[in-house]
Structures are given as structure tokens and as C-alpha cells.
């Protein structure tokens, strides 16, 4: 029979269907008589269990059944996703189910893959549904196939094909394989802007952090193109010209085109500047709590200058921010600009609504596995069941950043249901490893390498406790010193520290002499938090001092010996003061930092006083520049008629002070060339440092351009400049997996007759 398209209505198809359904069910050709169930078998099972299906079926021994309950029945099963055929017989009251198991997977394999690790792979293919000890179909199979040919397209391997084998084995299982092809890398070829007159293209091309390649584009990849990074690259774009008057400035169209051969890829980005607007003037309307003055200085929008996005954003979440140190969460703050074409200016209204008052309900945490939740908490600055306040809720989030064991700290308010003026905190922690191993290196061609390296554990077992141990291998600065942190030893943020150390030193000389110099003490500090960024150190401690005379003593220990005699007991009390507002502690970008410490021998054979401060700085130039600055000065004398002692001199020369000369072989030499250090001590040193050329933007590989300058002095020396070394360079920084690297090449330009030049040094677990 032949049956025309035109003549097959839409009530003859569904007869049809009809029909075809009712014939799978045994008993009647067209429908089953309604009747009680007896018993319910199943067959064809071989790893699914039978309870699997009972649980599943509509209807249980004892209901009654009718076809309703057999169309559901079937839908059900094939619902499952684990049979690849379902029906049902009826034989007098008994319902026989009977399916066909879809093969199971035994093993999932790649070949052919490099780009990716096969556990990146088999993670993608889980989430869409294909695992091993999972039912097998061919569309899953095909679901896979496209999902492994995304993830290679995230990665600009637009080539790469796919080829799925799938091969069955015993106990109706499966394996599959996958055979990638991955080929070549697409890479950018070009990029244009089209329709950009205020700047030029190469200007804004700049701004990206994709581009066409460099020599460095084997590291950072940025030829390799990516939606979600030209998205990025975009708003960038956009920001740049909101950012200097053109508020109409918009992005018609971007076209990304590749090659036949899937290795060339072009963008072209099409773009309208608009013209340039000057702010004439800015109007605050709306309910400013009666504070309408303190508001107004929080604006950062200059009437006279070309409009701004950035500053309006800045001024709207000052505004924001401000309402909520009042409780207000829910503050709005909108920029509305009245826009007059015909002069090119706008007045920007900012119109605000503190809407409802709110408190905090709960303060949630999560992500912290390790670390416990009080050490979170003890952080916070914003209490449960007190009124909500922002700068509260942003100070406490910086405290808790910098505890220095979470990757990132993110802090949000949800509405509570049921309520209008209640918020929950919610914080999210992503932890990362706190353990540090710091390694040290020098190399010189009169000395040999020397090697030093610290492990410490910044949040010991989740407690925020601090544990360190240092030691040091090396031929002159033997070291072993074991330091324990309790940082809130009570409850009000008092922090205690305990020392143990034992020190075996050498000073640097002209290897001919073997004397040297064992320390061994302890010593307990505490630190007392005046503010959020300031401390106050005390403590006390014990410590022995013994000089080991060997051949050619410096005259100097001689000296000191004949007073002091070769062993000396000290009993230091240490005083010091500190204040941070560095925006980072591994990579600063802005901020500063102050240390100043005080130790004074208050009892045993040597009485003394010993000073130091440090002042570092940063300052951003803009987006890829900052100036660092580095001081250090440092003071001692004897007290009460008793020497300095000169074991406690300080050191200059090497990485942290002047680089370019050996460690520590600056400063007061003995008739015998051995390195004394002094009393006294001035180091300076800037830096300029940008992003590593071709890196982008990204700040944690960065080069930088250096000039130190600095000497110790004896206590009878007065400090002066026509003794100081000087000295100038590039290094490189990086933060890496195992802690932040330095490397420094340098060229002493200041130096004098028998200084020990050392040019290249390097050290992981340093910041200046």
C-alpha cells in the first residue's frame, strides 16, 4: 500500500502510534481488560537489581492494571537510562516485565593526548554522564566526543578530531577509547580595530592581553585565542575610552575568523568613539541621612575634566559603602547623567536610597577543610546580631586575607527569608598550601655554593599557629632555630612567640682563620595590637655566647675577650613597634611598611643597647609601574662602661641590603681581612618594577631595575657617605609554587679595593 504524505492526517498518525504501543502488550490486540494483579515478574536482568524496577513500576501486586498504568510503567523504565528495550507481557494476572540491559563501561582510555592530562579529560566526560560503571548509548558516546572537542577548543586546537572505538567485552560490558588527533595550535594572526580615530590602533591593540605573539608567547600563551579572554579584552577596551570622556563609546560588532586549515585565526573588532563630554557639574539628590555634606566628600568626579566611568563608579560605592557603615545594606546609588550634545558636557546626578536598616543574622564560612572556623571568626570585626556595617564587613574580610592561608577571601550578604531587615555574611574560602619551603643560593668565583633553606607551617593543623624551622648548611653561618607563633594566645589578639636557636658562625674572612662564634638561647615576645595595622613587641630572652679563639682572632674579639672574657651570658629585652598597610605581603603594589625594634642587655656579662627601622614603600605609577623604596638604619653601643659586643654587629652586602657584593662582606675589616661587620648600619635601595615583557599584565613574574646603596660602620665610626657602596641592576621576580623567587644581576659602581664582588644571587622566600 502506498500512502501518500498529503492524505496522512494527524489523526491517522496518532491511530497509528496507537496501534503500534498496544501491540507490544500481550493479551488483547488493542487493549487489556482491567484486572488485579497477582504477581509482577521480571526477566532479562543481569546487573541491574530487581528491586531497581519494582520500585520504579506504578503499580504493585494487589492494584489493579490497565494499559494507563503499562504506558506509564514503560516510560518510567526507559526513563532510568539503563535498559535498551522494555516490555510487557501479561499471562492471566500476572504482569512479566521484560528488558534489555544497555551495555555497562568497563574502561574509559585516551590516546593521542597531550594537551590535556587524562584526569582533566575524565573529569569533562563525568560531567556529561560518561563514566566508567555507567550505562553505555550511543549518544552519550556523541555527547562525549563534543565535549572532548570543547575543551580542545578552550585551548585554540581547532583541528582536532575525535575518533571513538568502542569495543565489547564479556557480561555485556564495554570499553571505550578515544583517539584524539589534537594538531596544531591556532594562533592569532591578526588583529584589527576598526573605527578607532582618538587613538591609534596600535595604542589600543596595547591593552589587550591577547595579542599576536612574542618570544615570550611559549610561556604565556597570549597568540592562543580565547572567548572569555576577548571578552575580558573588551571591557578593558571599553573602560579605556569611558575612562577619558567618550561616554557613548560602544562596540558594534566583533568577528573572529579562521583559516581553511583551522591555524590562522583574525578578530576584528568594530568600534563607534562617540564624541568627548566634560563634566559641567554633579548633583547629589535623594535621602542622604542628613549627612549630605559628609557625602560630598566622597566625591571623586571633577567638574571641568572629561568624564570619568571609573571615578563615577568609585564615588557611587563610597556612597554605598558609606550608607552601610550605617546599617543600610541595601543602599542603591545611581549615576544618571543629563547629557547636552550640543556642548559636549553632562551633569552627573547621583541619586541615592538607603532604603531599610539591616543586622546581621549569622556569619557563614565555607570552604575552610583545614582550617577551623574560629580562626576565621576570631578575624571578624563584624558581630552576629549587631547592625550591619560595611567597613566592618570589608576590614574584617582583609584581616582574614591577610592570614596568608586562603588562595581568596569572598565575602557577600544574602537576604534572610521572611524578614526586611536582616542579612546573613557569607564567606568562601578557597585554602591553599601553607607549608613553605625557602631555599638560598650564592655563587662567586672565590667562594663555593653555599645553600640554606627554612620549612615552616604558617597554619599548623588548621590551629592558625605558626611553626618554623630554619637551617642553614653553610660553612660560615651554620643555624639551627626552631620558632613557635601562637598569634592569639588571648582572646584579645595578644600573640606569644617562642625562640630556640643555636648558631655556629664564622665570620667571612680570608679563609685562613678558624676561630668562630656558637650562640645558643631562647626567647619569649608578645605582640600587642594598638590597631588594625599597628603592634607593639616585648620581650625577654636568654642567651649564651661563646667565641671559639682557633688562629688569627681579630684583634676586635681580642678586645672584646679580654673584658667580656670567651663565653657571655646575656639577658636581651627586646621592645619593637610595626605598621603595615602594604596591599600584599608577596607581591605589594602599593602601601608601606615600618619596623622599628629596640634590644637592650639588661643583665648578665654585657650591657648594650641595639636599635634598627626599616621603612619600605610602594607606589604605583599606573597599571604596570611601581616604584619601591627600601631604608634600613641601625644603631648599638655599650652601656655602663661595658664594650659593644661584636658578635651582635651588624651585616651588609648580598641580597637585601646591597647586592652585587658578597654577603655580609661590607663594613670594618681586622689586619687579618676578616670581616667584622659594625655597630652601625645605612642601606637604601629603589626598584622599578613592570610586568616581564610579553607576560601581560600579570604581576607575579616581573622585572625590575635596581640601585642599592649602603655600609656598616664601627661604634667609633661616624656613619658617612663617601664610604658607601653603591651598586646597580636588573632582576627578575616570581612567585612561584615553592615561594617567591628573586634573582639579581648587579654591577657594583661604587665599590673599593678588596670588596668581594658576587653579581648574580638568587633567593626564593624574599620580598625586597
Known amino acids: 500500500m502506498i500512502l501518500h504524505r498529503k492524505t496522512l492526517s494527524a489523526r491517522a498518525v496518532q491511530a497509528i502510534c496507537a496501534t503500534l504501543f498496544a501491540a507490544t502488550i500481550h493479551g488483547s490486540a488493542w487493549a487489556i481488560d482491567p484486572f488485579t494483579v497477582r504477581d509482577i515478574r521480571v526477566e532479562g536482568l543481569q546487573r541491574v537489581e530487581p528491586g531497581t524496577i519494582f520500585v520504579t513500576l506504578p503499580f504493585q501486586v494487589g492494584d489493579t492494571y490497565n494499559d494507563d498504568k503499562a504506558s506509564a510503567a514503560i516510560r518510567s523504565l526507559f526513563s532510568l537510562g539503563l535498559f535498551k528495550d522494555v516490555r510487557i507481557d501479561v499471562q492471566g494476572n500476572v504482569v512479566v516485565v521484560i528488558v534489555e540491559e544497555r551495555p555497562t563501561i568497563a574502561d574509559v582510555s585516551f590516546s593521542g593526548t597531550k594537551e590535556f592530562d587524562k ?22 558516546a556523541d555527547r562525549a566526543e563534543q565535549e572532548l572537542k570543547r575543551q580542545y577548543l578552550n585551548r585554540s586546537l581547532y583541528g582536532a578530531e575525535v575518533i571513538t ?25 591578526t588583529i584589527n580595530i576598526v573605527g578607532a580615530q582618538a587613538f591609534s590602533e596600535n595604542t589600543l591593540k596595547g591593552l589587550f592581553d591577547q595579542d599576536t605573539g612574542g ?27 569611558l575612562t577619558r570622556g567618550y561616554l557613548e563609546f560602544k562596540i558594534d560588532s566583533t568577528q573572529v575568523a579562521i583559516s581553511p586549515d583551522k591555524q590562522s585565526i583574525g578578530i576584528t573588532v568594530n568600534i563607534t568613539e562617540g564624541a568627548r563630554f566634560t563634566v559641567s557639574g554633579v548633583k547629589l539628590e535623594g535621602n542622604f541621612l542628613g549627612k549630605i555634606e559628609e557625602f560630598k566628600s566622597f566625591v571623586r568626579i571633577v567638574p571641568g575634566q572629561a568624564y570619568n566611568s571609573e571615578r563615577v563608579a568609585e564615588t557611587t560605592k563610597a556612597f554605598t559603602d558609606y550608607f552601610g557603615n550605617f546599617g543600610y545594606a541595601f543602599a542603591q546609588v545611581q549615576a544618571r547623567p543629563d547629557i547636552d550634545r550640543v556642548n559636549n558636557t553632562v551633569v552627573i546626578n547621583l541619586v541615592a536610597d538607603p532604603s531599610r536598616r539591616a543586622y546581621v543574622r ?22 552576629e546580631s549587631s547592625w550591619y556595617d560595611g567597613e566592618k564587613i570589608k576590614l574584617s574580610r582583609d584581616r582574614v586575607d591577610r592570614l596568608g592561608y586562603f588562595k581568596s577571601v569572598d565575602v557577600d550578604t544574602s537576604d534572610v527569608a521572611g524578614t526586611n531587615d536582616q542579612v546573613d555574611v557569607n564567606v568562601k574560602v578557597d585554602e591553599k598550601p601553607t607549608g613553605n619551603l625557602t631555599l638560598g643560593a650564592g655563587f662567586s668565583s672565590s667562594d663555593k655554593l653555599s645553600l640554606q633553606f627554612k620549612v615552616q607551617q604558617e597554619n599548623v593543623f588548621g590551629s592558625g599557629n605558626y611553626l618554623g624551622i630554619d637551617l642553614n648548611t653553610s660553612k660560615l653561618n651554620r643555624t639551627l632555630a626552631i620558632t613557635a607563633v601562637d598569634p592569639y594566645f588571648t582572646q584579645d589578639g595578644i600573640s606569644r612567640a617562642v625562640d630556640v636557636y643555636f648558631r655556629a658562625q664564622k665570620p667571612v674572612d680570608t679563609n685562613t682563620n678558624d676561630y668562630r662564634i656558637n650562640t ?14 599597628t603592634t607593639v613587641f616585648f620581650g625577654l630572652g636568654l642567651e649564651q655566647t661563646q667565641i671559639v679563639p682557633g688562629t688569627n682572632l681579630p684583634a676586635a674579639y681580642l678586645a672584646y675577650t679580654s673584658v667580656a672574657g670567651l663565653k657571655s651570658t646575656l639577658v636581651p629585652l627586646t621592645l619593637g613597634w610595626s605598621s603595615d598597610t602594604r596591599d600584599s605581603a608577596l607581591a605589594p603594589n602599593s602601601g608601606n611598611l615600618q619596623r622599628l625594634n629596640g634590644e637592650m642587655g639588661v643583665a648578665g656579662d654585657a650591657k648594650y643597647l641595639r636599635t634598627s627601622y626599616q621603612y619600605q614603600a610602594f607606589v604605583p605609577i599606573n597599571k ?66 613592570t610586568p616581564f615583557p610579553g607576560a601581560g599584565n600579570d604581576r607575579t613574574l616581573r622585572l625590575f631595575g635596581f640601585f642599592d646603596v649602603g655600609n656598616v660602620f664601627s661604634e667609633t665610626e661616624n656613619y658617612s657617605f663617601k664610604d658607601m657602596r653603591a651598586s646597580t641592576g636588573i632582576g627578575l621576580s616570581w612567585i612561584s609554587p615553592v615561594g617567591p623567587l628573586r634573582l639579581a644581576y648587579a654591577n657594583p659602581v661604587r665599590k673599593q679595593a678588596g670588596d668581594k664582588i658576587q653579581k648574580l644571587q638568587f633567593q626564593i622566600g624574599t620580598t625586597f
Not at 165 to 184: H, Q, S, Y
Not at 524 to 533: A, I, M, N
Open 520 to 533: 645558643r638561647g631562647t626567647s619569649l615576645r608578645f605582640g600587642v595590637p594598638f590597631s588594625e595595622k
Open 362 to 383: 549569622k556569619i557563614n564560612i565555607a570552604g575552610n577543610n583545614r582550617t577551623r572556623d574560629e580562626v576565621i571568626r576570631r578575624e571578624f570585626r563584624q558581630f
Open 215 to 241: 618570544w615570550l608567547s611559549w610561556y604565556t600563551k597570549s597568540d592562543r585565542y580565547s572567548r572569555t579572554k576577548l571578552n575580558a579584552d573588551l571591557e578593558t577596551l571599553r573602560s579605556y575610552y
Open 165 to 189: 572505538t568502542v569495543t565489547p567485552i564479556e557480561r555485556n560490558r564495554v570499553n571505550l577509547n578515544f583517539n584524539v588527533i589534537e594538531g596544531d595550535v591556532a594562533k592569532i594572526k
Open 624 to 689: 604596570k609601574f611601581t616604584v619601591a623604596f627600601n631604608s634600613e638604619f641601625g644603631w648599638g653601643r655599650g652601656l655602663s662602661g661595658s664594650p659593644y659586643p661584636v658578635f651582635k654587629n651588624n651585616f651588609a652586602g648580598g641580597l637585601g641590603s646591597v647586592r652585587g657584593f658578597e654577603q655580609g662582606t661590607l663594613g670594618p675589616r681586622d689586619i687579618t681581612g676578616a670581616y667584622l661587620g659594625g655597630s652601625k648600619k645605612l642601606l637604601g635601595a629603589v626598584e622599578l618594577q
Open 119 to 140: 584526569e582533566v579529560l575524565t573529569k569533562a566526560l563525568r560531567e556529561v554522564g560518561l563514566a566508567e560503571g555507567r550505562a553505555f548509548d550511543k549518544a552519550l
